[in-house]
């Protein structure tokens, strides 16, 4: 399988809304609903945000959505915060894994 | 709560080989999926390993397939990756993570990682 197609970055100023999207194909996204979104922030261990393409984990805030629409998902952060600045990674589960190139979040 | 402590990595020759382990605990081990993700210095997330929750089924990415052996120790709560034949390109971060119950496909709780370095 091919990796995921992500913007490489992406930014956005405190309190607005950034989304990164996450381009598969009919093998992988299309296919069946697990896509999920992870958060990394330097040096650390990824984060589960969004699970099953709209879940959220408990924990995680509200201001974290996920869709998908045919073979691509979006992950959108609302309200955005400084402590948002980080990597994030999607992924979709056919057969196996395959994860996104990731997309580095900048908070101006 | 649950934890993931990976160990085992270090610095290697190209052609050879190591084990990693990875710890855990605050959950019952033997009831779940686990799989090794890994992450080359600067680079993405590329998914390489799965093992059931009993270890009968292994599944393995391409680029590691006839290299790489999945397996897992229920009564010592341990997952293990012997790696074989180590290359350059698999130098990484590489994380345990585990999964949900049966019938969901994404990694609910990571480990910090333990980094493998391929290097004459």
């Known amino acids: 399988q091919s990796a995921l197609t992500q913007p490489r970055s992406v930014s956005g100023s405190p309190g607005q809304s950034v989304t990164i999207s996450c381009t598969g194909t009919s093998s992988d996204i299309g296919i069946y609903n697990y896509v999920s979104w992870y958060q990394q922030h330097p040096g650390k261990a990824p984060k589960l945000m969004i699970y099953?393409?709209?879940k959220r984990p408990s924990g995680v805030p509200d201001r974290f959505s996920g869709s998908k629409s045919d073979n691509a998902a979006s992950l959108t952060i609302s309200g955005l915060q400084a402590d948002d600045e980080a990597d994030y990674y999607c992924?979709?589960?056919?057969?196996?894994?395959?994860f996104g190139g990731g997309t580095k979040l900048t908070v101006l | 709560e649950v934890q993931l402590v990976e160990s085992g990595g270090g610095l290697v020759q190209p052609g050879g080989s190591l084990r990693l382990s990875c710890a855990a605990s605050g959950f019952t081990f033997s009831t779940y999926a686990i799989s090794w993700v890994r992450q080359a210095p600067g680079k993405g997330l590329e998914w390489v390993s799965s093992?059931?929750?009993?270890?009968?089924?292994?599944y393995y990415a391409d680029s590691v397939k006839g290299r790489f052996t999945v397996s897992r120790d229920n009564s010592k709560n341990t997952l293990y990756l012997q790696i074989n034949g180590l290359r350059a390109e698999d130098t990484a971060v590489y994380y345990c993570?585990?999964?949900?119950?049966?019938?969901?496909?994404?990694?609910?709780?990571w480990g910090l990682g333990t980094l493998v370095t391929v290097s004459p």
């Open positions: 992924c979709s589960h056919a057969a196996t894994w395959v």
């Open positions: 099953d393409v709209t």
């Open positions: 093992v059931s929750a009993d270890g009968g089924s292994t």
């Open positions: 993570a585990k999964r949900p119950p049966i019938g969901q496909f994404h990694f609910e709780y």
